[in-house]
């Protein structure tokens, strides 16, 4: 079965330095997201990617937040500067189309901030 | 303020029990309506969906019961059984035509053997 894939699968860094957290969402899906989870708290939508540009983002995806598809297989989440409540677990999605809501999701990123 | 929401934060069975995870939503313009079951380390793994012109749908062993007038969402699973231990999100788009998910904030199921 075709799957979203993560690296890295846990990611510790030092507030303010960049990261950039990567998916390979799966091969014939064109339409990409980025959602969060707060230990113990919901999950969050970030921003939805498509053609290359963000179709629609959050609150929370503010200046610190990019996106990238650099090449035709990567989706990449880039934190510019970490803060402490940036800390979560980062999870990658990809659909065939845009009404399709039971998008598949990789098994996420674990960010830790200190 | 919050769209989705769940009523019980953890749900205990026993084995072969049927169990029944109730959401609630506030969203009018919501019309697909999602569950997702999670498990420890894992992401969300889609298990069934309803779209707002249906009150009910079956696939195995999951039935979604989808109540508008009240704006009420239920999971049922038949002869739940210890592999269906985890955290079961409703999610809803945010309106029609966008791909968007609002997540609840998710019940844990706990089936004893």
């Known amino acids: 079965e075709p799957e979203v894939t993560q690296t890295p699968s846990h990611q510790v860094t030092q507030m303010g330095q960049e990261v950039i957290l990567r998916c390979v969402p799966i091969?014939?899906?064109?339409?990409f997201y980025w959602y969060r989870q707060i230990l113990g708290q919901k999950v969050e939508f970030l921003v939805s990617?498509?053609?290359?540009?963000?179709?629609?983002k959050s609150e929370i995806f503010d200046d610190q937040f990019s996106v990238e598809r650099p090449d035709g297989s990567n989706f990449t989440l880039k934190i510019r500067s970490t803060k402490l409540e940036d800390s979560a677990m980062y999870f990658c999605?990809?659909?065939?189309?845009?009404?399709?809501?039971?998008?598949?999701f990789g098994s996420g990123t674990r960010l830790t901030v200190v | 303020g919050e769209s989705v929401g769940l009523h019980l934060p953890t749900l205990s069975v026993q084995e072969g029990d049927n169990s029944i995870i109730n959401c609630a939503y506030s969203?009018?313009?919501?019309?697909?309506f999602i569950w997702y079951k999670q498990e420890s380390g894992k992401g969300p793994q889609f298990i069934i969906d309803?779209?707002?012109?249906?009150d009910k749908r079956q696939g195995q062993r999951v039935t979604v019961l989808l109540n508008k007038t009240v704006k009420h969402l239920s999971l049922q699973i038949a002869a739940t059984q210890p592999g269906d231990s985890a955290v079961y999100f409703c999610?809803?788009?945010?309106?029609?035509?966008?791909?968007?998910?609002?997540f609840g904030k998710g019940t844990m199921l706990l089936v004893s053997p």
């Open positions: 999605a990809s659909s065939d189309s845009r009404v399709n809501y039971g998008y598949t």
């Open positions: 091969s014939n899906h064109l339409y």
């Open positions: 990617f498509y053609n290359n540009e963000i179709s629609e």
């Open positions: 969203n009018s313009a919501s019309d697909y």
């Open positions: 309803i779209r707002s012109n249906m």
């Open positions: 999610a809803e788009n945010k309106r029609s035509g966008y791909s968007t998910l609002t």
